[in-house]
């Protein structure tokens, strides 16, 4: 035998007690998991471009619901996914100081747009979400609901154009074009109109960031999941031109309003503010009475919120309208109901939209529920754990730093729970024991995603001003559920989402 064969040899064994040990993780912990295959652990469909990262999840929750936890791989990292409800709850609220960071890579040298709320960990984390919190007051939201629904006024002509004909529209990227314009007001105070205007940089921005591409669906789960690859890979959070234009923007903004002494009651001005001083003075009108005194903020550090907001922002409400819209465009019944609903409201409002009468539609509201139960837009939560946690009624031991994926989207659609789940049902949402059910689209506990009175503001907005004088029906859409695009994070349908408008008759 030659030394090349011998030296191969001893490779491949060295190489197979490698595998096998780090393979064998969780079952050294006495946890159920599943078989992994070399090199990408329990995700090979996610890597080949096969599925989605949450759709990857789903399918481990279909395989796996019947036990509360089991282990898995993402490449050679172990991964335990969370199945059972309480025990997600538990992670995050009442035992979330074992698992208050998300674990994500953060570079704010390097990649300063990275260095978001979403992101951060620890102490950073816990500062700035204090600094953050008074964005999103009621009275802060009653201020900006007319930005919202003049934004909508111009949604509501460009519809008509296509109404007047019953013309079919592409209601997902009409509705991005929206929430990108409202999310430019209310938190850069830039009043742009990308809905008639293809070429608006905010939105080519936005369509970059969520293109449907494998290296954006790679980026995200690695800066997500595997965050020490992306430390040596130096994989940074955007593209390179995305960052300049943020960066950009958000420095014109800080600098023309400093200059010209311009005050308006958004995100801005209180970034602003922290960025100046390191104090959020805010007074009873903004409903705080109280100023904290922090560390000043950098440029980097501002621009970071105003990218995770407007990107989270307008993705998120887009999303949820489209998909809204098309299951109203399925079940006609409920969409009369909902129009009924926002007729009523209405007329007791003067005929006009307003703070409180968004407040009142609270079917509209349970429809936004359901959508957000069968489409959540982050379908799966990740925690890192931060110190060992036992699991209350067992006597295993999560270890500090292991990765935590909490199975939301699986959850959701799971029988045991919402019977017939993939049935828009919104009166789910009527029944008082839905609180008792798994349901957490914005997550939960401390790191509940802090726009989210915001984000259903902005939906109901949109949704109530089209709805008060467009009907909607299907067009195009054979298959009984829309097939979503497994190069991207969240749920993005292949062909768009067809529908017919019309105008409503009087």
């Known amino acids: 035998m030659s030394p090349l ?40 469909e996610v890597f080949l471009g096969k599925a989605s990262f ?34 997600t709850k538990d992670i995050m609220v009442r035992d979330f100081q074992h698992f208050h960071d998300r674990g994500p890579h953060v570079d704010e040298v390097n990649d300063p747009l990275s260095g978001h709320l979403f992101s951060l960990a620890g102490e950073k984390w816990k500062h ?12 802060k939201l009653k201020g ?24 079919v529209v592409e209601i997902r990227e009409i509705l ?51 965050p020490k690859l992306n430390k040596y890979l130096k994989i940074k959070s955007v593209d390179d031109d995305v960052e300049r234009f943020i960066l950009d923007v958000v420095r014109e903004t800080l600098e023309y309003r400093e200059k010209n002494g311009v005050t308006r009651k958004d995100m801005m001005q209180l970034l602003l503010q922290l960025r100046n001083t390191g104090t959020v003075s805010i007074d009873e009108r903004w409903d705080v009475d109280t100023t904290s005194k922090y ?19 307008f993705e998120t409400s887009s999303t949820t309208m489209s998909f809204c819209l098309y299951e109203l465009a399925k079940n006609p019944s409920i969409q009369r109901k909902v129009q009924e609903e926002v007729d009523s409201v209405m007329e007791c409002h003067g005929g ?62 799971d029988p045991q729970y919402y019977p017939d789940p993939m049935r828009f049902d919104p009166e789910r949402f009527r029944d008082p024991d839905v609180k008792n059910k798994p349901y957490a689209p914005f997550g939960d506990g401390p790191r509940i995603c802090i726009g989210m009175r915001m984000g259903k503001i902005q939906t109901k907005v949109g949704l109530s001003l089209l709805l008060s ?14 097939i979503m695009d497994t190069n991207n994070f969240v749920p993005m349908p292949v062909s768009g989402i067809n529908l017919k408008v019309s105008g409503r008759g009087w």
């Open 5 to 44: 064969s011998i030296g191969l040899a001893l490779f491949c064994v060295v190489a197979f007690a490698f595998l096998n040990y780090v393979f064998g993780y969780w079952k050294r912990r006495g946890v159920r998991q599943l078989t992994p295959f070399f090199p990408f652990g329990n995700f090979t």
């Open 54 to 87: 949450p759709k990857g999840c789903e399918n481990i929750y279909e395989r796996s619901k019947q036990w509360r936890l089991v282990g898995g791989y993402i490449l050679l990292r172990p991964v335990l996914f969370v199945n059972d409800p309480q025990l």
């Open 128 to 139: 700035l979400r204090a600094k953050l919190t008074p964005t999103f007051t009621s009275g």
């Open 144 to 167: 900006m609901f007319q930005i919202l629904v003049d934004t909508g006024v111009v949604l509501q002509d460009y519809i008509q154009k296509h109404a007047d004909n019953e013309d």
């Open 176 to 226: 991005a074009c929206y929430n990108t314009d409202s999310i430019a007001s209310v938190a850069f105070g830039i009043k742009i109109d990308s809905i008639n205007n293809v070429n608006e940089p905010f939105r080519q921005i936005g369509r970059k960031v969520f293109e449907p591409s494998f290296r954006n669906g790679m980026r995200f789960l690695i800066t997500f999941m595997v």
């Open 295 to 313: 560390k000043n903020l950098s440029l980097e550090e501002v621009a970071a919120q105003a990218h995770v907001f407007f990107i989270a922002g």
């Open 352 to 413: 006009k939209l307003t703070y409180e009468g968004i407040m009142e539609m609270r079917y509209l509201e349970c429809c936004i529920d359901e959508t957000l139960r069968k489409y959540p837009a982050v379908p799966v939560l990740n925690r890192e754990c931060t110190q060992d946690y036992k699991v209350p009624d067992s006597d295993f031991v999560i270890e500090k730093g292991t990765a935590v994926v909490l199975q939301i989207g699986g959850m959701q659609h």
């Open 469 to 482: 004088k467009f009907s909607f029906e299907l067009f195009g859409h054979e298959e009984p559920e829309l």
